[in-house]
T-cell receptor
Framework: AQKITQTQPGMFVQEKEAVTLDCTYD???????LFWYKQPSSGEMIFLIY??????QNATEGRYSLNFQKARKSANLVISASQLGDSAMYFC???????????????FGKGTKLSVKP | GAGVSQTPSNKVTEKGKYVELRCDPI?????LYWYRQSLGQGPEFLIY????????DSGLPNDRFFAVRPEGSVSTLKIQRTERGDSAVYLC????????????FGPGTRLTVL
């Protein structure tokens, strides 16, 4: 069974509008961390935002926020005020086990290609 | 400061040949990860090192794949008897710990096996 599911292969958004990229996850571990990465056409993975499973508040980083719904096992990324430079692949990822001592591997979804229209 | 670097950026080889891919992590990062990304897919975990030792190599697809990190810094991913199915982008990442422990990725090595 897939551990990370991203159901939107591609999304379009008008410049300056907000967009939500969906991510659901599956784990039986009570401790886990959720990540979003951006991969532009250059290929490098850029870390955007992190949410820990015990975090009480939704994570925010500038124009990025994470809509974390633990009971539904979803961790959607919201990008506000889209810019042309936001056009890229976006990957949701999970690491099971969290905290300072956790250095396990990330499990990635298949990604969503976001295109921002001028 | 310098990010994660990977060399070569591109490698073309023939089926059956041996290749080495190098990763230079961010200075001071104790953990180092290798992933493989096929076209249209997310990265898939191969192996990760904590210091010099392989803490988890469960993602290596078979015994043709091997990785080392002898001094706890630079790592080399080695692929023997390459097959066309090994063609992919090989990504390296490093991390230093902390509660987020986010991984910082290099630009990748695109391997093409003819």
């Amino acid at each position: 069974a897939q551990k990370i599911t991203q159901t939107q292969p591609g999304m379009f958004v008008q410049e300056k509008e907000a967009v939500t990229l969906d991510c659901t996850y599956d784990t039986s571990d009570p401790s886990y961390g959720l990540f979003w990465y951006k991969q532009p056409s250059s290929g490098e993975m850029i870390f955007l935002i992190y949410q820990g499973s015990y975090d009480q508040q939704n994570a925010t980083e500038g124009r990025y926020s994470l809509n974390f719904q633990k009971a539904r096992k979803s961790a959607n990324l919201v990008i506000s005020a889209s810019q042309l430079g936001d056009s890229a692949m976006y990957f949701c990822a999970m690491r099971e086990g969290q905290g300072g001592g956790s250095q396990g591997n990330l499990i990635f979804g298949k990604g969503t290609k976001l295109s921002v229209k001028p | 400061g310098a990010g994660v670097s990977q060399t070569p950026s591109n490698k073309v080889t023939e089926k059956g040949k041996y290749v080495e891919l190098r990763c230079d992590p961010i200075s001071g990062h104790t953990a180092l990860y290798w992933y493989r990304q096929s076209l249209g897919q997310g990265p898939e975990f191969l192996i990760y090192f904590q210091g010099t030792g392989a803490a988890d190599d469960s993602g290596l697809p078979n015994d043709r794949f091997f990785a080392v990190r002898p001094e706890g810094s630079v790592s080399t991913l080695k692929i023997q008897r390459t097959e066309r199915g090994d063609s992919a982008v090989y990504l390296c990442a490093s991390s230093f710990g902390g509660s987020k422990n986010e991984q910082f990725f290099g630009p990748g090595t695109r391997l093409t096996v003819l």
